[in-house]
């Protein structure tokens, strides 16, 4: 089955330590995003990648860092600049190519204390 | 620059009762306008979509008429199911263009009780 792979689940980390979340697709989609939810604010971009080896930031970068070495593969760093890094994280992907709909990961969820 | 507005709710129904939840967009052009629904814990997913005016997007008996004189791209179904409980995003991607971002919703909060 095709999709979006989000691990783990739930995270806990204390303050101060960085963090990595992976996202994972076999879609064989060129475009993945990273966007960040809180309660009452709906969805922010955090990252974005177009193609292999490249990446912009996007709302709400400060405090993040990704990478995109392969297609498949987009993983986020939560770093501890982050002021405020608790959150419900979303990894995406989408073909590109004028189809802009987006494969959503399950999520991983992030609390740090 | 492009914005998406709808309410937050929660929106509380009986089931069988009819939904309407409002969505109007900010954008130049014709974007292609997109109605996400989230269940509790999970990712979003795409319910449905319409890339030009006065088309309609349906899916699971859910419908959503693309009105460019409103700027509007309201969800609608006749008759709702407490499996229909979930968040529902409106989004938008512009029409011009290179990278499209999609600018999406507060979303709006549903439960359906039986």
């Known amino acids: 089955d095709g999709g979006i792979t989000q691990s783990p689940k739930y995270l806990f980390r204390k303050e101060g330590q960085n963090v990595t979340l992976s996202c994972e697709q076999n879609?064989?989609?060129?475009?993945m995003y990273w966007y960040r939810q809180d309660p009452g604010q709906g969805l922010r971009l955090i990252y974005y990648?177009?193609?292999?080896?490249?990446?912009q930031k996007g709302d709400i970068a400060e405090g993040y860092s990704v990478s995109r070495e392969k297609k498949e593969s987009f993983p986020l760093t939560v770093t501890s600049a982050q002021k405020n890094p608790t959150a419900f994280y979303l990894c995406a992907s989408s073909p590109g190519n004028r189809d802009y709909e987006q494969y959503f990961g399950p999520g991983t969820r992030l609390t740090v204390t | 620059g492009d914005s998406v507005t709808q309410m937050e709710g929660p929106v509380t129904l009986s089931e069988e009762a009819f939904l309407t939840i409002n969505c109007t967009y900010t954008?130049?052009?014709?974007?292609?306008l997109f109605w996400y629904v989230q269940y509790p814990g999970e990712g979003l997913q795409l319910l449905l979509k319409a890339t030009k005016a006065d088309d309609k997007g349906s899916n699971k008996g859910f419908e959503a008429t693309y009105r460019k004189e409103t700027t509007s791209f309201h969800l609608e179904k006749g008759s709702v199911q407490v499996s229909d409980s979930a968040v529902y995003f409106c989004?938008?991607?512009?029409?011009?263009?290179?990278?499209?971002?999609?600018?999406f919703g507060i979303g709006t909060k549903l439960q359906v009780i039986p």
């Open positions: 989004a938008l991607v512009p029409s011009s263009g290179g990278y499209q971002k999609v600018t």
């Open positions: 879609l064989n989609h060129d475009a």
């Open positions: 954008a130049t052009g014709y974007p292609s």
């Open positions: 990648s177009q193609i292999v080896n490249d990446f």
